[in-house]
């Protein structure tokens, strides 16, 4: 079965972070270590959108999390600890945050991508010329 089909079917055909019914699709949670169905989650386009795009991101829509958080599948849990984070300057998701149990292992996942955090607390890589290396970039290594 694919991916797509086995997430379906483990959500409902819902929207596993808000529920929708529409406009679904495969999300795999960044960054992408073992994919596959453990590593995704099904998540409509309005979620999938504000999670790629923190300015896009409306405080009220992730309200749902405090239903979602509770979910027993870790992509689920991962994305919703990012999305409390991001947000947690907001009294009521730094408390659905306070409650929020991450195993280890899946809350490593969850900070790996810096959400949350302060930029000077992230860790910035660097070229050899100092310039900030982004996501994309292609990077030459040479072996001396
Ligand atoms: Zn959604």
Known sequence: MSIEKELIKR????CELCSAT???KVYE??????????????GCNNCI?????AEATDENHWRCLND?????????Q????????????????QDLLD????EEETLKWAEAT????????????TDVNGVILEAGDNVVLIKI
């Not at 979602?68 to 689920?76: D, L």
């Not at 409650?99 to 991450?102: A, D, E, G, R, V």
Request: net charge negative; no cysteine.
């Open 11 to 14: 959500s409902g055909s819902i």
């Open 22 to 24: 529409e406009n679904l």
């Open 29 to 42: 949670v960044p960054p992408i270590s073992t994919g596959g169905l453990d590593g995704s989650l099904l």
């Open 49 to 53: 959108e504000q999670i790629d795009n």
């Open 68 to 76: 979602s958080m509770w979910s027993e599948f870790k992509a689920v």
């Open 78 to 93: 991962a994305v919703a600890w990012r999305m409390l984070s991001r947000l947690r300057s907001k009294g009521w998701s």
């Open 99 to 102: 409650m929020l149990y991450l």
């Open 114 to 125: 810096g959400e949350g955090l302060d930029d000077s607390e992230k860790i910035i890589h």
